[in-house]
Structures are given as C-alpha cells and as structure tokens.
C-alpha cells in the first residue's frame, strides 16, 4: 500500500475552484478509500455574524479540513464524497 499523506483545505466558498480542489478531493478519496480507520471531528465559529463549521476526515497518514455554512449530516456526507456525485439508494 502506497502512504497518502497531506493537509487538504477543501474550501466551499465563491472564487474555489481550479487545480487545488480537484487534488484535495483526490487526496481525500485515495485517504478514504485506503485508510484502516478514519476519524472524523468538527468545531465551529461565528464570524461577521454568521456561523461557520470546519469539518475534519483523516487518519494517520492524511488530514482533510472543509469550510462550509451549514453543519448537517447531508452537508458532511457532501463533502466525505469528495465531488462524486450523490447516488439514489
């Protein structure tokens, strides 16, 4: 098994787009779907009153950070899917 390592900021917001979310969303899949384990953790912040949620997916080898607005299970499956699209169940 080949490591994957890194610190990935998957931004949610206008103007973050190009190369860099294509890689996070790449390091982010490859962590997922090679790791024996994964951790997940939040935290939150007000700024300009509003609220901001930051969540965390990684393990030992990969840490991947995302900023969004809401905070919902919908919302972090949204991201755990790392620009796949959703599929009907």
């Known amino acids: ?3 994957v390592w890194g610190v990935i900021l998957l931004g949610h ?9 294509q890689e996070a969303q790449d390091v ?11 951790r997940v953790d939040d ?3 007000r ?3 509003r609220n901001g949620y930051c969540p965390q997916i990684g ?3 990969f840490t991947a ?21 959703a599929t009907a169940s």
């Open 28 to 38: 982010l899949r490859a962590g997922v779907a090679t790791a024996a384990w994964v």
């Open 59 to 61: 393990d030992d080898r």
């Open 13 to 21: 917001g206008e103007g973050r787009t190009g190369g860099i979310v």
């Open 1 to 3: 098994m080949h490591p």
């Open 43 to 45: 935290t939150g912040a």
């Open 65 to 85: 950070f995302a900023t969004t607005n809401p905070k919902s299970r919908l919302n972090f499956l949204e991201i755990l899917r790392a620009g796949h699209p």
């Open 47 to 49: 700024h300009q009153a």
